[in-house]
């Protein structure tokens, strides 16, 4: 889908353009696929800004944010990392699961996250202030916290935090019905399953469906795959490997959706 | 054997060729040797794309797969990885065992598993964008979960999923003849015996014998080896060295096949 | 805001003075957004020294301090870090959360806090002997304190310590007007919401809400965010995910300030 | 002793040559000193085909098996490793204790051990198909696995296992003779002294002597040394330091052997 | 202070000097801020030799000790490292906190602390032998011993140990007295307030205030603190952030010091 | 003291003689400072070969026994390490603590302890074959033996094993003589308080005292020390730093030794 097939639950747009006009950095919260990249994508849309997207791993070193030198032709040359490029273009720079990057890629975004606004390169000696329209967007999903690995409050406190959840179900059917061509009954169909595995997920202790696995379900059926069929491959089998988990899923998808064979 | 032996146990045929159709990633998973890399080479062959194959492991990192900066003759020249040079050419790229890769490697998939279907090769500065019959595939066998390393249940979220198992017994039996050139009776008993043995895996907890090992047995026995030295040798040594287990083994093996020196 | 706005709590200007006239390296503790960084941007100021500040982080390397050599046209040379270029100048070297560094960026810094006020650069084998106007100033917030990585008291006892806390309400609430524009009573309830939940961070055990996070939620209402949005926003969605503390942050938060729709 | 003493236990001969003739890759499993670096020895000069060994070793990566870029003359050349110069060569390629190696090793074996026989250089992008004298052997100790670090069954099903064990006692006796030039009532003494420890092993928890060890001692009496201090030297002492297992050794020797000073 | 200021507390000088006319090595062992450094600053002016400082920690290898090849103008250079200049300079080379470097700088020391007095540079291989007037000297604190990381008792038999504690009050104060420009009554009222906190050490555990902490606070003192404030911030604050603790110790502190106010 | 001063304590130097007449690789073993150094050089000049001695610690790797290229001049060049240089010279190549040195290292050193008496450089592809005067000695501590780093019984089953222990006392009481000057009734006094702690050691579980610091405390009572003060500065002060322990020990040496001031 298309960036601005974006869909507000909340007064996030508003409160994302608040930070924005008052130059704050902004942390998004919330469960896997329920429009965290979708909302970045739709505000760089809507203020006119470019998004530079950075997927944060473990091995993600300050080098990989801010630059390096790169010897070029015998000589050595400063290379520009994509959040210096970010900063220096204005662009929304967003760092999508952040709480997976080493410390000193955080301590790296200190300077930018206050109110010098600046990033420090310490290697080329460079000062690079952000201009206006720059803005530092973070991503994380606070189910994923372990004592080994979180977020320090410190940290956390510079931001603007927008906790994200998933769309209603009538609003989450459009997407699906948009995203793939399937007739609105089939997008209910599937949204009531994952909605009602969603509620089981305290129970079951598993990551609830995002959005994204309805979608690709969809796009199955479309292709003619039948729906229980679809849903097996796309919603249900990455919830759990668990036999038992596995056939209580799948009560609940044949509860909600037809059966192979089924008329449309 | 070659690619087109194929032998569907399921619908998983029909379901990659509908991912494939809708540019869909796709994760198979299984016990080993249940065919996972057979499968990927005969939708290659198929869908009459190449495939090229990276069998993951821990020390695999972004830069393995997606190419970097040598020196050659004095200057530096980026190189692609395996990775990139499968999405320049629109190929299947099949990353076995997936697990297994370092978290950076991961997050370098995202990209392309998603509506971008794009790469992004930070270091190098290009943007390259997924043809349409571009494809990525994933294998991971779920036995080997632990709590120290899984994949996340939002990277499993971005694929649709395709759990595989053994071949039917008759089915087996066909793929040793066709791979080994024994007699049919010899690939019968063959995997009877690994049938027994697979039944009782949930008791002697490990892994069960893949087709692989009765295919080696078979050209073992193809060779002059007899049948319990064969299936000593390539479907009992590896699955145990607790010499109890053994024991029991080889007297599930002895009651299925023909004994040293046994008219064949 | 600007560093001259720095409101002094106690006799923190004072000690940190004297330390200055003597020579004395000093150790800033306290919590997070207490104003560590602040004291050190006003004291730069008052002193007419430079304030080089460093991010401290797990990488930190003792080369990330005094520098290293780099090839440059095909010849080596030898570029100075911060902390070396902050000795030469003669400048007030800020390390914030030393406690973060790696230990050999920790021993690097004995010769300078002690009689000898010397930097040894093995590597380059240059000595740099600090001017008196040279001051080193490291900060540190014992909540974060763990059995594996706290600073040895041997290094602590290397400086003077002025430990730090919260401004007091009235002047709090000052600070708030000046950054934010907000009026004097929409600081006034932000504070008296801050407060409250620092008296009651003992029962939450979290890190309680810094002066920062106020200036925030007050940036946010200036821009047309309601008061209570703003503070959930800032305030409190940083201090905790968990469901239950959440609602009871809520509803000390609405105790203290407008709800949505409520004339300002 | 030279490669062509190799004597034979079971039809480990037999079933090697057969995996030779169908091109299967070996494993050859069995306690310390067994005798397995002979068997493959052995089988490579019986086959007519050149061996490399490659003692495997935790810090052995993948580039030290298949090759590197080095830098020559200023330029950069691939040099092959020891793996691919067997590939190249149709050698038999011996990997010693494989379960040492690191991952990226073991990951890089796989295409060489199915059906594919290829070796995929991702780093020159070269591929190297497998001629039919090429031959992969590895071997490991199951004494040794622990849970940290084992082989995965998966990887063990590639191979034809091989498990091999000591030599029967006048066969090791001869094996003695023709290594040491002792007489042969010594060598008896030595191998009935090993075989009794070896027999006492699963009481005493220790790997048990190989007939290197007797061999070693064999050596030492030839050169003068008597009988019961060149086993103390050669086959007791790297058993045990425990005190009184070694006084329990010691007796088990005395009963086997000629005491100091004995007329030979 | 100067080096020549050192005040002996027992036999270390002359112990020292015996030291040194043998050509050992010596192993200084004490609580922090002891006057280790002192000494062998003191015993380097006395003897006439150079001192040599490296503080240890767990970054130093024997690359940083002994010394690397450089690039220099295209060109490879050996540089010598500090401890190979040194033994070069015959002088004395002391390895503050050795414990604290990692094992390779250890093994490096071996040579130089036995019969052969040489140092072995395996890169460059060069053979130095140590001058007659080469003394290796190192400390470390046992109340900071792990069972992780320790000296292992074969390196600490290559040492003379000197063990060494606090000056004696009256001593003591005379130092403070020198070192700040204080009055006699100030420093021994500082001195007896250090006093009576190392009594009560091995009640709370903490590392007892150095002589270095009592110059800082009479430091202080001269620069215009009142007498409490200055302890606070010297001596008091860096021994504990435990509330409790922190009360005991500044009950203990207004017992010994000048109330704020009081007429000095 | 020189190396031709070694007194032999039982048959090992036979035992090392013949082991070198047999071309056999030897281990020697026993607590720190028995004379496992002393032997190998006394070995060296009896049997006229050169040692080479290398102190093993954990970041030792195979290239650092081996080689490597390095860059010289802009070309790339091999350099010998010091095992390689060994090899060729037909010297003694003694690994000290063998035990410390990491897994790569050991693996190299397998095809120089079986009949292969070869090295095989993997990188710059030379096979040196070891001329019959090399011999390759190790040494170990079995007393530090831990679960976490062991030699592997198929390592240590590849060596003669020389366990080594104390001197004789009278023997003992020349070896300080000789080396200090001191008078035989010093010597004596010096070897019955080291003996008296070396039969308590099993109760106070530290490493006994070696020979060498009986010579330290010899040399410093040579050089005008007392008895007592050079017993504590040499033999008990790296004993133990718990102080029951260290009473318990100064009462043992003044059993034994002259009181200070007394006349010797």
Redesign the interface.
């Known amino acids: ?1 298309a960036a601005h097939d974006y869909q507000a639950i909340g ?1 996030e747009v ?2 994302f353009e ?2 924005f ?2 130059r ?1 950095p902004v ?1 998004l ?1 919330g469960p ?2 329920c429009g965290k ?1 979708r909302l970045v994508e739709h505000m760089g849309a809507r203020l006119g800004r470019p998004v530079v ?10 080098a ?1 944010l801010v630059g390096r ?8 040359v400063w ?1 520009d ?2 959040l210096t490029r970010a900063v220096k273009d204005g662009a929304i720079c967003y760092l ?1 699961e952040v709480v ?1 990057a ?3 890629s ?3 975004l ?2 930018l996250t ?2 010098r606004r600046t990033l420090y390169l ?1 290697r080329s ?1 460079e000062v690079v202030e952000a201009p206006d329209t720059f803005m530092l967007v973070c991503s994380y ?2 189910a ?2 372990s004592s080994l690995k979180d977020l ?3 940290f ?8 994200m959840s998933y769309l209603p179900p009538d609003r989450e059917a459009e997407v699906v019905v948009a995203e793939s061509g399937v007739a609105a009954e089939v997008a209910s169909r599937l949204v009531r399953c994952a909605t009602t595995i969603r509620t089981a997920e305290s129970v079951f202790h ?2 609830p ?2 959005t ?2 309805l979608v ?1 379900a969809a ?2 059926i ?4 039948d729906e229980m ?1 679809a849903a097996e ?2 919603i249900l ?3 759990s ?1 668990d036999g038992a988990v596995s056939d209580g899923l799948r009560e609940v998808a044949a509860a909600c959706l037809l059966p192979a064979g089924a008329p449309a």
Chains 1, 2, 3, 4, 5, 6 share one sequence.
């Open positions: 889908m007064s508003t409160l608040h930070a006009s008052r704050l942390m919260t896997t696929g990249t997207t950075i997927s944060c791993h473990d091995d993600l070193t300050s990989d030198f790169v010897v070029l032709g015998g000589d050595v290379t990392g994509p999508d997976e080493r410390h000193d955080l301590a790296v200190h300077s206050d109110h310490d000696g999903n606070p994923y916290r320090k409050p410190s956390r406190q510079r931001f603007v935090t927008l906790p598993f990551e469906p995002s994204r696995t690709t796009q199955l479309a292709a003619g795959t069929a491959a796309s089998a990455p919830l490997t």
